[in-house]
């Protein structure tokens, strides 16, 4: 049996034209600043797919554009399509669930087994808000009935949803593309958006080939001042689409804005079963004596009243689990792929937009537009900012093949390294100064040369093989 809130979230059913009303999607159509990505998942086959990302960065209208273009351009019956936002339908437990997703079934395919099947499709939104989730499906998948179904399931915990999806016999079948993570805007995303003609005529920096990366810095400098205008907006708002449509709108991050996403990140904390107080603890403390600098678990413990130190590292990797942060670790040597375990750590936010949140409230900020404006005025902090796109940039392009590197007096630094294939790929170096000195960067010279990632200095130093290029064209 369908309930009432099931129907009420399938309004196709009743009218296959009623998605074009759907409220997410005439919001997208009616957006002065639009970002459709295209969707990387299979969708022609028995499948369970994850899609991760945190909370209100567009699953759910990615969700809908999904159903939008099954029920248009592919021709899909309606009856065929089921979108299930969990926690608006009031789905506490896994028991509900199945309930529910065992009524549809039974009700789209009333016909026998033997009948030929019309695929289906299950849109599952923030399943991982459902405590044993997986074990409904995994139940129905091992009873036949997901037979013949795509199924896409998201959520905004990594970890939940890597589990539950693994835990799926059979879910990937032959698809190399069974997951999509959907983060917030790159700035190269965020260029498109506001200036697709720059952005169109913009090559990729290779920062694996310093040299080469110069020479296209030089191409995308005819275009510069534009650039930079634009990275200076991306360290106000970050990638999340409200925000960029609110400053669009309004000429600033209006208060509603950053409420949204705070209320986001609490729920997650909550879901956690962690205490506020003590994540705000964590939060000061970095912002006060560890921005953009090392940090142990011991150290957090004890500058916090969490007091353990495994504990405080729970803390620390639920937040990122949930895409508030990335924990950076240093690397062992420079010629292993592998992350010094027992050494110091770093943490970089996965967003701009995220910093200004979490800092804003864990500091007590009123006016979070004011507080943003001067975070990016003031260049220490900016300098924080700017490193933390470019760890974002380096953890799209080499996932968790990215690290730091200290020499082994730790008194030296280079930023950032990463690996490909086991070797190492490339360094990079942020400096956000007006000029870029040599003595400034002599460890990113003595470990081979890279990138130094600037405030707007371009400039190519031969001997040394460093790039020295605007972080805006990275």
């Not at 896994?94 to 299950?122: C, H, K, M, N």
């Not at 090392?294 to 413990?301: I, R, T, Y």
Request: overall charge neutral; proline content about 6%; charged content about 25%.
């Amino acid at each position: 049996m369908l309930s009432q809130r099931v129907v009420d979230q399938n309004p196709w059913w009743a009218d296959p034209a009623a998605i074009t009303a759907d409220r997410d999607l005439v919001a997208l159509a009616q957006a002065p600043l639009r970002f459709e990505p295209p969707v990387p998942l299979a969708l022609d086959r028995d499948a369970i797919h994850g899609l991760r990302g945190p909370r209100q960065v567009g699953k759910t209208t990615l969700l809908k554009r999904i159903a939008a273009s099954l029920l248009g351009q592919r021709g899909v019956p309606a009856r065929a399509l089921l979108y299930l936002d969990v926690e608006r339908a009031g789905l506490l437990t896994y028991a509900a669930l199945s309930e529910v997703i065992e009524g549809y079934l039974a009700w789209a395919r009333p016909s026998p087994v033997s009948a030929p099947r019309q695929r289906l499709f299950l849109l599952l939104d923030e399943v991982t808000a459902v405590p044993r989730w997986s074990t409904a499906l995994k139940a129905l998948h091992a009873s036949g009935a997901l037979d013949g179904a795509t199924v896409i399931a998201t959520g905004s915990d990594v970890l939940d949803l890597d589990r539950g999806v693994d835990r799926l016999p059979g879910r990937r079948g032959a698809a190399p593309d069974a997951d999509w993570v959907l983060m917030p805007w790159s700035f190269h995303d965020y260029v498109a958006v506001h200036d697709p003609r720059v952005a169109a005529g913009l090559p990729v920096i290779p920062v694996e080939e310093p040299h080469r990366a110069f020479e296209a810095a030089q191409e995308i400098a005819l275009r510069g001042a534009p650039l930079h205008a634009l990275f200076t907006s991306f360290l106000q708002t970050g990638g999340f689409p409200h925000a960029a449509q609110s400053v669009r709108r309004a000429g600033r991050v209006e208060p509603h804005v950053y409420q949204l996403y705070e209320a986001a990140i609490l729920g997650e904390i909550r879901r956690a079963g962690r205490d506020e107080s003590r994540v705000r603890e964590v939060v000061r403390l970095l912002a006060t004596e560890h921005l953009g600098r090392e940090f142990s678990w011991q150290g957090l413990s004890a500058g916090t009243s969490i007091g353990n130190h495994t504990t405080a590292r729970a803390y620390v990797e639920d937040l990122e689990r949930t895409f508030v942060w990335h924990v950076w670790h240093r690397v062992k040597s420079q010629e292993s792929a592998a992350e010094a375990l027992r050494s110091p750590k770093k943490l970089y936010p996965v967003d701009p937009l995220t910093w200004h949140v979490i800092e804003g409230w864990a500091l007590g900020v009123q006016d979070r537009w004011a507080a943003t404006l001067q975070a990016v005025a003031e260049p220490g902090r900016a300098g924080f900012l700017v490193e933390a796109v470019l760890a974002s940039l380096l953890r799209r392009r080499f996932g968790h093949f990215a690290f730091y590197q200290r020499d082994r007096k730790g008194a030296a630094e280079v930023d950032f390294v990463a690996f490909r294939d086991a070797r190492p790929a490339c360094a990079i170096e942020a400096k956000w100064t007006a000029r870029v000195a040599l003595r400034d960067v002599r460890f990113l010279v003595r470990t081979g040369g890279g990138i130094v990632a600037s405030e707007g200095e371009l400039a190519w130093w031969p001997e040394e093989k460093v790039a020295v290029i605007p972080a805006a064209f990275l």
